[in-house]
């Protein structure tokens, strides 16, 4: 079964840290283009982060620019989010997206809750 899971999620303080992880089974993301998405209810789902497949290039949202790192290791078959400085207006169900000419997955979302 190819699937990707999320984890990492939670409830965090505002100015606090979460490392979120995107991890695939049943296929590998060596080949493919990572995203980090997040939408809140009502709202449509936002591009965050993404990462190329060599890695090589990263791109942010200008909300999290210098706050959200993304990251890959493909020998653990896993992609990262580092958010740190975190902040109210981040809380969200965060997903990571995995595309490529060989398909497009998409995980089952995260809760992230910024709230003192």
């Known amino acids: 079964q190819l699937q990707l899971v999320e984890s990492g999620g939670g409830l965090v303080q505002p100015g606090g840290s979460l490392r979120l992880s995107c991890a695939a089974s049943?296929?590998?993301?060596?080949?493919?283009?990572i995203g980090w998405f997040r939408q809140v209810p009502g709202k449509e789902r936002e591009g965050v982060s993404c990462?190329?497949?060599?890695?090589?290039?990263?791109t942010y949202a200008d909300s999290v620019k210098g706050r959200f790192t993304i990251s890959r290791d493909d020998a653990k078959n896993t992609v990262y989010l580092q958010m740190n400085s975190l902040k109210p207006e981040d809380t969200a169900v965060y997903y990571c997206?995995?595309?490529?000419?060989?398909?497009?997955?998409w995980g089952q979302g995260t809760q992230v809750t910024v709230s003192s």
């Open positions: 997206n995995a595309a490529s000419f060989r398909g497009n997955y």
């Open positions: 990462i190329s497949s060599s890695g090589r290039t990263t």
């Open positions: 049943g296929f590998t993301l060596e080949h493919y283009a």
